[in-house]
């Protein structure tokens, strides 16, 4: 299946416990997996991915990754979604909304900046 994706990298001065926290709020309501990594793949400290069905069949998803720091945590928030290509071969079974992941993703940042004002943009 064919994805494209949104990309952000943000660094706070949450603590490890704090960002589990609050990933645990935001995300109660979907389904949560750790991330699973081959042996020469750059591990973060925490990975996962979250998905949440629609009312119409078709869901959401992102990753989420955490890198500790010294003095700030680095978090990035990956929205994925199905391509144009990929949900015409499904039809609309099943497949992962654009708009239902950034929003989603961005549910995620407004958690992070509510818990952390200086929750800030490394890139984009």
């Known amino acids: ?33 750790p991330l699973e990594y081959g042996p020469l793949d750059d591990v973060p400290d925490l990975g996962i991915s979250a998905t949440k069905l629609g009312l119409l069949g078709g869901s959401s998803a992102i990753q ?3 890198h500790k720091g ?21 039809g609309s079974v099943s497949t992962i909304s654009q708009s239902g992941s950034k929003k ?13 004002p200086t929750f800030a943009l490394l890139k984009d």
Do not use: H, K, P
């Not at 989603?104 to 407004?110: K, Q």
């Open 1 to 33: 299946m064919a994805e494209t994706e949104e990309y952000s990298a943000y660094s706070t001065r949450l603590s490890f416990n704090q960002i589990r926290s609050v990933l645990g709020d935001v995300l109660s309501s979907c389904t949560v997996e």
């Open 64 to 66: 989420v990754l955490v």
């Open 70 to 90: 010294q003095e700030r945590n680095g978090v990035e928030i990956i929205a994925y979604w199905d391509s144009f290509m990929s949900r015409a071969f499904q």
């Open 104 to 116: 989603l993703a961005t549910s995620v940042y407004e958690a992070f900046r509510e818990a952390d």
